[in-house]
């Protein structure tokens, strides 16, 4: 497919809707070189294809020009979202060009002020980030999606939706979490996680289970649902433990702690993005040909990430009150250890090659691991 010294590093990064609900995944990579067709070309692989659906995925596009018309026909143009500089929208080239990828099933965003030639180009949505918002009349003019990207907090979600745009991205999407309840319904997760950590007796994971009706409501959901197939429902506890075993009980219910509602109602941004992050560190620890045991630690650092934030609490204390592996504690509170720099790395927006070289790895690895990570992202947000 690509030539190992060739292949592009990229980061992924999630975009949602005004619902919380993930709709695109947007695209860096980390070398400005990297061409829009060589990126399109490797997202459209079967494996990316498979793993990313049904999002779309949002492309940067520098140079319009630099993707052949006849070479774009042949890729799924419906999953593709260009993403194009306003500046090169001046060019009646470029906007010729953009027409015929438009007329090809490419949808197109213009970053920045639409102008009077974005609609002879085919654009039919504005891509915004930083302070101020489009104008009104550029938001008007085309049908969207419009893209607020770099999103710091809730109020500036709160404008940008209001001015009309429907995809976010950026660090709202971590700090709308709501508190963590009070200290009783903390304590309670704390010793859940503790059971967990110790591979406690299924009678007690139960009892504790009974204690809180959320995520009681979660489990019983979850291993109801299609995903698992199972032939007579289940209606109590004990019969989900059996049924799941321990590995993925213990796995499904480290995730169903982040599917606490809001205090908005809404789904938790965290939920998907802790499974991200497990899987891929999953998949790097295999990579680097660790075992059943060490995969399973490096799942646990991956969702165990965000629990400072998911119960407003220093990451000091969780670990405090937890019994944890060593390399676990050392990844979570310094990113330390052979788990940390694995963490650190999955924690990036844009991958740094230097670091995945520095733990044994190309980038064909690393991108295998992106796969797994979103694969299964995807999958836990559709199915809690």
């Excluded at 939706?161 to 700090?175: K, L, T, V």
């Excluded at 950590?197 to 409501?217: F, G, I, V």
Aim: aromatic fraction near 6%; hydrophobic fraction near 50%; glycine fraction near 8%.
């Amino acid at each position: 497919m690509f030539q190992s010294d060739l292949f592009p590093v990229l980061g992924l990064e999630a975009v949602a809707d005004t619902r919380y609900q993930w709709t695109a995944l947007a695209v860096h990579p980390h070398s400005a070189s990297a061409q829009g067709a060589t990126l399109l070309a490797l997202l459209s692989q079967p494996d990316a294809q498979a793993a990313f659906a049904p999002l779309d995925c949002i492309v940067p596009l520098a140079d319009p020009l630099s993707i052949d018309a006849p070479q774009a026909a042949l890729l799924p143009a419906a999953r593709f979202v260009l993403q194009v500089p306003a500046a090169a929208l001046q060019d009646a080239a470029v906007r010729k060009h953009c027409a015929v990828l438009a007329e090809q099933g490419f949808r197109l965003l213009v970053e920045g002020e639409a102008g009077v030639h974005a609609p002879q180009a085919g654009i039919r949505g504005i891509a915004h980030g930083g302070k101020g918002l489009p104008s009104a009349l550029s938001l008007l003019s085309l049908p969207g999606p419009h893209w607020a990207h770099d999103v710091e907090d809730t109020a500036r979600f709160a404008a940008c939706r209001d001015a009309g745009m429907g995809w976010f991205s950026g660090p709202y999407s971590r700090r709308r979490v709501a508190e963590a309840g009070d200290g009783t319904s903390r304590k309670r997760l704390l010793s859940l996680l503790g059971l967990l950590a110790q591979d406690a007796d299924s009678r007690e994971l139960e009892m504790l289970l009974k204690q809180d009706p959320a995520l009681s409501y979660h489990l019983l959901k979850l291993v109801n649902s299609a995903a698992f197939g199972f032939t007579n429902p289940i209606h109590n506890f004990g019969q989900a433990i059996n049924v799941l075993g321990r590995r993925q009980l213990q796995r499904w219910l480290q995730l169903l702690l982040y599917a606490r509602p809001q205090q908005d109602g809404m789904p938790n941004l965290l939920l998907p993005e802790a499974a991200r992050r497990a899987a891929q560190m999953e998949a790097l620890c295999k990579a680097q040909g660790g075992d059943r045991d060490r995969q399973d630690l490096a799942f646990v650092v991956g969702v165990f990430a965000l629990l400072d934030e998911l119960l407003a609490m220093p990451m000091s204390e969780i670990v405090a009150a937890l019994t944890l592996d060593l390399d676990v504690v050392g990844a979570l509170l310094d990113r330390a250890g052979p788990f940390g720099a694995m963490l650190a790395l999955a924690e990036q927006q844009v991958p740094d090659p230097a670091a995945i070289a520095a733990l044994g790895l190309t980038p064909a690895q690393f991108w295998d691991s992106q796969l797994q990570g979103w694969r299964w992202a995807i999958q836990v947000s559709r199915t809690i």
